[in-house]
């Protein structure tokens, strides 16, 4: 099971991850149409991009919007889990030997201690969204069935990967179960709500251009 | 039953039509007509497709549901945290489910979506700048309801309003002759106190086109000639067309995307016409917009600017007292606590968050912010329409709770609002909950206020 997981069938899914992210990503600018959606892109380019910078980079920033500071707990739930969810899976050292096996390049890797950190940081910052989103009346609505299905699946990659490390006794067991789920996170982002992974920065920029544009982005910026 | 005899999918063609949907009273038999609709799904779902692209398509497809909308919509706050008010689940369960059903949905469902659309939904686009992904839903309900529009789904007043500008281009049955009457009028009985007064109508080349909102033509025309004043005293060289003056757009709430067209184009047309140097609009945030942010755009123009540079009335208040073309007698400045209303139109929708503070340093002594403010401010409560729909009184007055926490904690008495829309709020709450407070427009506290320079006075 672990030979076929890790074997052609991750190649295919890291083909399907990328390819699929760039297509939506070329569909979504392709599919911008400045009489639709009442913003002229093109004659104003450059206030376009200050805004979509802005708008970018201040959303990334923890505490960086008006937003952001609105909900200090979700917000540190939120980063803690996000950051461990990009950070970890690319500077983990058993994941940088197997870059280094199979592509022949020199990855880094970061210490395990500070992967630890993070992925424990983002299970659980993981596990506080879970439980916003069904105790909060307001998550609760517009909780769907693929909602909970997508939390189960990253919190269960995140815990089996953590296990895996340090109970050596099911060892197999759990390093499956993180290899499969890694697999389907791949496999269905580009047609899942995952797709922010890449459409976040998409609807990002858009937005910071419609307000550098047109919603006065040319008077004053907007403080987000 | 497809179409009713005036709720329909038609939109207003004549002044027959026009007086039909007046004589019903309140819509009574306008709404009980709309129960009997028929939805053309199919025209609905070629619609969505056709207009429908990325930006939209992606916002529908990837909220993440996680609710951080809900808190920055002052509906949702005002209603008890009702879950049902968050943004996000407003928008999913309206043209969310319209998309997902390809347009087959029942007449129920469409007047469920108007209700939501109107009485659920200001437009203000607060919620917007909230969402981690940029989703604003202000936008996409003012989407909604255009397809809500082309269906006959529009509240009765609205249909109404965007008949007015179909057939009068002004939201009110105002013709050029009446304007310009007005016009004439307000001067002749302002030219004891102001001699050499005028107001300058279609005169070419002008350094400023003054526009307004069309209740001041007809309802409160004192607003014109505080204009013709200041525009005096500050020794502007201006004028007003006698056709297109008129920059709202209650089409622009209705979703009658046609009707905001033939209103735009007018008013461009008088620029073209006349040739000024600039425009100045009146104290109103929506004509801003519709004239200003939006207009361009329904015009089809691609730079998405009007055919001159605009300026709403705070900007050229500000400029004037900076510049000193308008000076204030300190000894005049407003004493009490005062607060200030931000227009979501021409602050948080078109950057004009500044201007309002450059006047409140120039004319107040203790100028007292809300909290939030600026591009974070709420709605006065009354936007998008929501001030003029019978319908929905009951909600809107809900609605006016949270200006009414928000000035209350500045301690102020009196509120400045330069805009139509929220000096309406403003006056509806202090009417419904007596909070004790006085709203003003910029143009009669600057009067009071201003320098007049010796050879603009009356001789003795």
Same mark, same amino acid.
Request: aromatic share 10%; hydrophobic share 45%.
């Given at each position: 099971?672990?030979?076929?997981l890790?074997?052609p069938?991750?190649?295919?899914?890291f083909?399907?991850?990328? $390819?699929g992210l760039?297509?939506?990503v070329?569909?979504y600018?392709?599919?911008?149409d400045w009489?639709?959606d009442?913003?002229?892109?093109?004659?104003?380019?450059?206030?376009?991009?200050k805004?979509a910078? *802005?708008?970018?980079?201040?959303w990334?920033?923890?505490?960086?919007?008006?937003?952001?500071?609105?909900?200090?707990?979700?917000t540190v739930m939120?980063f803690?889990f996000?950051?461990g969810?990009?950070?970890?899976?690319?500077?983990?050292e058993g994941h940088?030997?197997?870059?280094?096996n199979?592509?022949g390049?020199?990855?880094?890797?970061?210490p395990?201690?500070?992967a #630890?950190? %993070?992925?424990?940081?983002?299970l659980a910052?993981?596990?506080g969204?879970?439980v916003?989103?069904?105790?909060?009346?307001e998550?609760r609505?517009l909780?769907?069935?693929k909602?909970?299905m997508? %939390?189960?699946l990253?919190?269960t990659l995140?815990?089996?990967g953590?296990?895996?490390?340090y109970?050596?006794?099911?060892y197999?067991?759990?390093?499956?179960?993180?290899v499969l789920?890694?697999v389907? $996170?791949?496999l269905?982002?580009?047609?899942?709500?995952?797709?922010?992974?890449?459409l976040f920065?998409?609807?990002?920029?858009?937005?910071?251009?419609d307000?550098?544009?047109k919603?006065?982005?040319?008077?004053?910026?907007?403080?987000w | 039953m497809p179409?009713?005899?005036i709720?329909n999918?038609?939109?207003?063609?004549?002044?027959?039509?026009?007086?039909?949907?007046?004589?019903?009273s309140?819509?009574?038999?306008?709404?009980?007509?709309? &129960?009997?609709?028929?939805?053309?799904?199919e025209?609905?779902?070629?619609?969505i497709?056709k207009?429908?692209?990325?930006r939209?398509?992606?916002?529908?497809?990837?909220?993440?549901?996680?609710?951080?909308?809900?808190?920055s919509c002052? %509906?949702?706050?005002?209603?008890g945290?009702d879950p049902?008010q968050?943004?996000s689940?407003?928008?999913?369960?309206?043209?969310?489910?319209i998309?997902?059903k390809?347009?087959?949905v029942t007449?129920?469902?469409?007047?469920?979506? =108007?209700d939501?659309?109107?009485?659920?939904?200001?437009?203000c686009?607060?919620?917007?700048s909230?969402?981690?992904y940029g989703i604003?839903?202000?936008? =996409?309900?003012?989407?909604?309801?255009?397809?809500l529009h082309?269906?006959?789904f529009?509240?009765?007043?609205?249909?109404?309003g965007s008949?007015?500008?179909? %057939?009068?281009?002004?939201q009110m049955?105002v013709?050029?002759?009446?304007f310009?009457d007005?016009?004439?009028?307000?001067? #002749?009985?302002?030219?004891?106190e102001?001699?050499?007064?005028?107001?300058?109508?279609?005169?070419?080349?002008a350094?400023i086109v /003054?526009?307004?909102?069309?209740?001041?033509a007809k309802?409160y025309?004192?607003d014109?000639v505080?204009?013709?004043?200041?525009?005096?005293?500050?020794g502007?060289n201006?004028?007003?067309?006698s056709?297109?003056?008129?920059?709202?757009s209650l089409?622009?709430?209705?979703?009658?995307?046609?009707?905001?067209?033939?209103?735009v184009?007018?008013?461009?047309?008088a620029?073209e016409?006349?040739?000024?140097?600039r425009m100045v609009a009146t104290?109103?945030?929506?004509?801003y917009?519709a004239t200003?942010?939006?207009?361009?755009y329904?015009a089809g123009r691609?730079?998405?600017?009007p055919p001159?540079e605009?300026l709403? /009335?705070?900007?050229w208040?500000a &400029?004037?007292?900076?510049?000193?073309?308008?000076?204030?007698?300190p000894?005049?400045k407003?004493k009490?606590?005062?607060?200030?209303?931000?227009s979501?139109?021409?602050? *948080?929708?078109?950057g004009l968050?500044?201007?309002g503070r450059?006047?409140m340093?120039?004319?107040?002594? #203790?100028?007292?912010?809300?909290?939030p403010?600026?591009e974070h401010n709420?709605?006065c409560?009354?936007?998008g329409?929501?001030?003029?729909?019978g319908? /929905?009184?009951?909600?809107r007055?809900v609605a006016?709770?949270?200006?009414r926490?928000q000035?209350?904690?500045t301690?102020?008495?009196f509120v400045?609002?330069p805009?139509h829309?929220c000096?309406d709020?403003?006056r509806d709450l202090?009417e419904?909950f007596e909070?004790?407070?006085?709203?003003?427009f910029?143009?009669?506290l600057?009067i009071?206020m201003l $320098?007049?320079?010796e050879h603009l006075l009356?001789?003795e």
């Amino acid at each position: 099971m672990y030979e076929i997981l890790t074997g052609p069938l991750l190649w295919i899914a890291f083909a399907v991850f990328f $390819v699929g992210l760039a297509a939506r990503v070329v569909l979504y600018f392709l599919g911008l149409d400045w009489r639709l959606d009442r913003v002229a892109y093109k004659p104003h380019m450059a206030y376009g991009l200050k805004g979509a910078f *802005r708008s970018v980079y201040r959303w990334l920033l923890p505490f960086g919007t008006y937003s952001w500071r609105a909900k200090p707990i979700f917000t540190v739930m939120f980063f803690a889990f996000h950051i461990g969810l990009v950070i970890v899976p690319l500077f983990l050292e058993g994941h940088a030997v197997m870059i280094r096996n199979g592509l022949g390049i020199n990855w880094p890797a970061m210490p395990q201690i500070l992967a #630890d950190v %993070l992925a424990i940081a983002a299970l659980a910052g993981g596990l506080g969204i879970a439980v916003r989103r069904l105790v909060l009346p307001e998550v609760r609505i517009l909780t769907d069935f693929k909602d909970i299905m997508l %939390l189960v699946l990253i919190l269960t990659l995140l815990a089996s990967g953590i296990i895996a490390t340090y109970h050596t006794a099911n060892y197999s067991f759990w390093i499956t179960l993180h290899v499969l789920c890694g697999v389907i $996170v791949l496999l269905t982002a580009p047609f899942t709500k995952l797709s922010h992974i890449a459409l976040f920065f998409c609807t990002r920029i858009q937005l910071g251009m419609d307000f550098g544009i047109k919603r006065g982005g040319m008077k004053s910026n907007f403080d987000w | 039953m497809p179409e009713g005899t005036i709720c329909n999918k038609r939109p207003v063609a004549s002044r027959e039509d026009l007086d039909a949907l007046l004589a019903d009273s309140n819509g009574k038999k306008y709404y009980a007509e709309m &129960e009997e609709l028929d939805v053309d799904a199919e025209k609905l779902w070629a619609t969505i497709q056709k207009t429908m692209k990325s930006r939209t398509k992606t916002w529908l497809d990837i909220c993440a549901h996680c609710g951080l909308c809900a808190d920055s919509c002052f %509906l949702y706050s005002v209603n008890g945290r009702d879950p049902k008010q968050v943004p996000s689940y407003k928008i999913q369960s309206t043209l969310g489910e319209i998309v997902k059903k390809k347009g087959n949905v029942t007449n129920e469902f469409m007047r469920m979506c =108007m209700d939501t659309a109107w009485s659920k939904c200001t437009c203000c686009n607060r919620c917007g700048s909230f969402c981690p992904y940029g989703i604003d839903m202000g936008v =996409m309900f003012g989407y909604l309801r255009g397809l809500l529009h082309s269906q006959g789904f529009v509240p009765w007043e609205l249909k109404i309003g965007s008949g007015m500008h179909r %057939l009068f281009r002004a939201q009110m049955d105002v013709t050029v002759e009446e304007f310009v009457d007005t016009c004439e009028w307000m001067v #002749d009985e302002a030219l004891e106190e102001w001699p050499c007064l005028e107001i300058p109508v279609d005169k070419e080349d002008a350094d400023i086109v /003054y526009m307004i909102n069309a209740r001041e033509a007809k309802h409160y025309p004192e607003d014109i000639v505080e204009a013709a004043i200041l525009f005096h005293v500050a020794g502007e060289n201006w004028t007003m067309p006698s056709e297109g003056w008129e920059m709202t757009s209650l089409s622009m709430f209705a979703g009658d995307w046609e009707a905001c067209k033939m209103q735009v184009d007018t008013v461009y047309g008088a620029m073209e016409r006349l040739r000024p140097k600039r425009m100045v609009a009146t104290e109103c945030g929506h004509a801003y917009r519709a004239t200003v942010i939006e207009g361009p755009y329904w015009a089809g123009r691609p730079d998405g600017k009007p055919p001159v540079e605009c300026l709403h /009335y705070v900007e050229w208040v500000a &400029e004037a007292l900076e510049t000193g073309k308008l000076k204030i007698d300190p000894t005049k400045k407003i004493k009490e606590p005062v607060t200030l209303q931000d227009s979501c139109n021409y602050v *948080r929708n078109a950057g004009l968050r500044d201007c309002g503070r450059i006047i409140m340093k120039h004319i107040a002594e #203790d100028f007292r912010e809300m909290a939030p403010n600026k591009e974070h401010n709420y709605c006065c409560g009354g936007g998008g329409g929501f001030n003029g729909i019978g319908r /929905y009184r009951k909600q809107r007055n809900v609605a006016l709770k949270m200006k009414r926490e928000q000035i209350l904690a500045t301690g102020a008495k009196f509120v400045i609002a330069p805009c139509h829309n929220c000096w309406d709020a403003i006056r509806d709450l202090e009417e419904e909950f007596e909070i004790g407070i006085r709203w003003s427009f910029l143009k009669p506290l600057l009067i009071k206020m201003l $320098v007049v320079p010796e050879h603009l006075l009356p001789q003795e």
